[in-house]
Each structure stands twice: as C-alpha cells, then as structure tokens.
C-alpha cells in the first residue's frame, strides 16, 4: 500500500541531550528542511528536570505527538 498523495506528512521531533537540556529550539535546522521538502514538522517541547522527571517528560511528548496525529488525520 503506498502513500496518499495528498496526505500530509508530518513528522514530530522531540530533541534533547539526556532528557536535561532539549529545547525545541534545536530543531529549527531539520524542520527547516524537511519543511521545505513539503513535511509538517512540529518540535516537541518537554518539562527538564528538575521541572519533571522521565514520566513527565514522556507523558509531554506523547501528548505533543498525539496532538499532531490529532491534527493531521482525517477524523472518521
């Protein structure tokens, strides 16, 4: 099964270094580019300790993912 060609892709990028200093700062270079090849990029921000500990910061990406999915597939 291929692509829809008039399906967007997405792509959610969440960077980091060891779960203590992501900023989603850091993915303006890759979005930049995969935007400019058509992709939606969205860039994942997450709470850093001491703010959160591991379970939060999954639980911000995972919520930052599923809002993307939320947003970019059709609703049945």
Do not use: H
């Not at 939320?70 to 609703?75: F, I, K, N, S």
Request: aromatic share 8%; glycine share 12%.
């Amino acid at each position: 099964m291929g692509l829809d060609p008039g399906a967007i892709q997405a792509v959610s990028a969440a960077s980091g270094g060891a779960w203590s200093i992501g900023y989603k700062a850091w993915g303006a270079i890759l979005a930049e580019r995969l935007s400019a090849a058509g992709a939606l990029v969205a860039t994942i921000d997450y709470r850093n300790f001491p703010q959160g500990n591991a379970l939060d910061m999954l639980q911000d990406v995972n919520t930052g993912i599923s809002w993307v999915c939320r947003q970019t597939v059709p609703q049945q």
